[in-house]
């Protein structure tokens, strides 16, 4: 399976961006879906994670109320709405998927098995 993000750019604080994480390729059982994000200088931290049947939304105390992720009903495309965008929101967004993981673990890179490449979101006061 691959994953392509894309949907990142330039915003103004207070603005939205809504990034995409396409899915293709053999066929993939997914127990969950997230985003993580590395700001420069930075490790890469949880935004956001999605049980991949449906239900379970998690996020980060720093994006509650102001991201939402989502997935179509198809299930090839995962989404990232970001509104009320924040300076420190500037980050490389990475979308990926965990075939074997435990939810309870969906906060941890570790539980990931699959990456996409990545989408700069840039957001400017």
């Known amino acids: 399976v691959q994953l392509q993000a894309s949907g990142g750019g330039l915003a103004q604080a207070g603005g939205s961006l809504r990034l995409s994480c396409a899915i293709s390729?053999?066929?993939?059982?997914?127990?969950?879906m997230g985003w993580f994000r590395q700001a420069p200088g930075r490790e890469r931290e949880f935004v956001a994670t999605?049980?991949?049947?449906?239900?379970?939304?998690y996020y980060a105390d720093s994006v509650k109320g102001r991201f939402t992720i989502s997935r179509d009903n198809a299930k090839t495309t995962l989404y990232l709405q970001m509104n009320s965008l924040k300076t420190e929101d500037t980050a490389v967004y990475y979308c990926?998927?965990?075939?074997?993981?435990?939810?309870?673990?969906?906060?941890?890179?570790?539980?990931?098995?699959?990456w996409g490449q990545g989408t700069l979101v840039t957001v400017s006061s």
């Open positions: 990926a998927s965990s075939a074997r993981g435990i939810l309870s673990s969906a906060s941890s890179s570790g539980a990931y098995d699959t």
């Open positions: 390729g053999r066929s993939y059982n997914s127990r969950f």
């Open positions: 999605i049980k991949w049947s449906g239900g379970n939304l």
